[in-house]
Nanobody, 128 residues
Framework: QVQLVESGGGLVQAGGSLRLSCAAS????????MGWYRQAPGKQRELVAA???????NYADSVKGRFTISRDNAKNTVYLQMNTLKPEDTAVYYC??????????????????????WGQGTLVTVSS
């Protein structure tokens, strides 16, 4: 199995900063893209930021210039540095990873299976 464990959420005043972390563990062969999504009350889940294993990034327009995504491939960990937070950033933030797991055939060869892993979510509340 694969687990994603998030940390770093909390309550912060507008203009403040928070840093989210998400560590992947378990039966992992490799991880392609990792990302952060968020879901505010009454709204659909949306992509906040994503990063490939090679370091290419993309961001939602609403967070460009304020949020920075990074990762440590050796630790299977992704981070989200959030600066200049606004009340509209209030949401549950979810970590996501495109994980590849290896499976062994009877003849001893192996094959890879893609697995879309999600964390349990961490609440970020920004007060005005």
């Amino acid at each position: 199995q694969v687990q994603l464990v998030e940390s770093g959420g909390g309550l912060v005043q507008a203009g403040g900063s928070l840093r989210l972390s998400c560590a992947a563990s378990g039966s992992i062969f490799s991880i392609n893209a990792m990302g952060w999504y968020r879901q505010a009350p009454g709204k659909q889940r949306e992509l906040v930021a994503a990063i490939t294993s090679g370091g290419s990034t993309n961001y939602a327009d609403s967070v460009k210039g304020r949020f920075t995504i990074s990762r440590d491939n050796a630790k299977n960990t992704v981070y989200l540095q959030m600066n200049t937070l606004k009340p509209e950033d209030t949401a549950v933030y979810y970590c996501n990873a495109d994980v590849y797991r290896s499976h062994t055939r009877p003849d001893g060869s192996y094959y890879l299976v893609a697995f879309d892993a999600w964390g349990q979510g961490t609440l970020v509340t920004v007060s005005s």
